[in-house]
């Protein structure tokens, strides 16, 4: 059923009762209702300044700068000439990430893991994670002042840990165990997937593959 995305005070949608696909505008200056098109045909006034006919999408606020991406089948903002559309991940990403996000399929067409909004129609801005999961810019802040770090989805870190990492090294060499302590466990690495035996340490368990204090006991 075609949906009508309103962001414009100078028309009033509706529909038909008879036929449920048939829509119409009634522009708000002189009551005219036509079907959905850009422009009054009665008096001329724009009804909305951006205008999609395959989104029915109207929108005063043009600095938004929306675009309609034809693989994506909606209407986004930002400026088409700053996107690209990613066909393995299903949606457009900035051309910043263009050689360097990893891809996941479908990546956007999931809820946000910590709010649960879906984030393909959502209007708030998405952070892509090192992993290629994706999460709302204002969740992942709310996240880190949590002091979590990691991807919600997988585990893999979310950012550059290298000097939360290099912190805990000092840490962990300044707490030596006692002897009678000095067991072997074995752990696994949420970063780089490494099952690897170490030493037990009361604060913080390394991978010896990837440098990665990421890790959690498995025996």
Not at 2 to 27: D, E, F, G, N, Y
Not at 40 to 57: D, E, I, M, T
Not at 113 to 137: K, Q, T, W
Not at 201 to 210: D, N, S, V, W
Request: hydrophobic content about 35%; some cysteine.
């Amino acid at each position: 059923m075609p949906r009508i995305h309103w962001l414009s005070a100078s028309a009033t949608v509706t529909r038909s009762l008879a036929m449920k696909s048939s829509w119409s505008v009634i522009c708000s200056l002189c009551n005219n209702e036509q079907e959905v098109k850009q422009d009054c045909s009665n008096c001329g006034a724009r009804l909305g300044k951006y205008f999609c006919g395959k989104c029915n999408f109207f929108d005063d606020d043009v600095s938004k700068n929306q675009f309609h991406c034809d693989r994506c089948g909606i209407c986004r903002t930002g400026g088409a000439d700053n996107f690209f559309h990613c066909e393995k991940c299903g949606c457009c990403y900035s051309f910043v990430l263009k050689d360097s996000h990893r891809c996941v399929d479908r990546a956007m067409h999931q809820n946000c893991p910590i709010c649960f909004e879906y984030m393909f129609e959502s209007a708030r801005d998405i952070n892509v994670l090192r992993c290629g999961h994706m999460i709302h810019v204002e969740c992942l802040r709310e996240m880190r002042a949590h002091r979590r770090f990691s991807c919600p989805v997988c585990l893999k870190s979310a950012c550059d840990m290298s000097d939360a990492w290099q912190k805990l090294d000092r840490q962990v060499a300044a707490s030596p165990m006692p002897a009678i302590q000095k067991k072997m466990i074995w752990i696994l690495c949420n970063d780089c997937g490494a099952a690897s035996e170490v030493q037990f340490h009361i604060l913080a368990h390394k991978c010896p593959g990837c440098s990665s204090y990421n890790t959690r006991q498995t025996g």
